[in-house]
């Protein structure tokens, strides 16, 4: 599982109306490719590292969303391993885990939330 990220500023990374609906984007965050799900059927947001650990490529922003058991989660569109958008857990119970990244919505932009791992 990922270690919480300790909010030290947010950052601002776009327009609601940038991101489709029920499904991800990339935005970069200093060197950082971050997935951004407006996961709009629940009324929430998430994000988390765009690279998926499996096999290292930056493709969970083209991932599909849906939920397990109440949990939402991510599905990596190559070989479908899927991740917990609440704390980056392997929903197939594998070892390798996704960072997260805490989201806010506020006068019509998406923000990121940036700072130190936490426990």
Known sequence: M???????????VARVEDFPS?????????????AVFNFASHRDWYACQ?????????????GLIGDQEGTPKVACPQHKKTFSLIDGSNLGGEEYSINIYPVK??????YIGAGSASN
């Open 22 to 34: 029920n499904a991800g984007a990339c935005v970069k965050l200093g060197d950082e490719q971050i």
């Open 2 to 12: 990922s270690e919480a990220i300790a909010v030290e500023q947010w950052v601002r």
């Open 105 to 110: 919505v506020e006068q019509g932009f998406v």
């Open 50 to 62: 765009n690279m998926c650990p499996h096999k290292r490529d930056m493709v969970l922003s083209r």
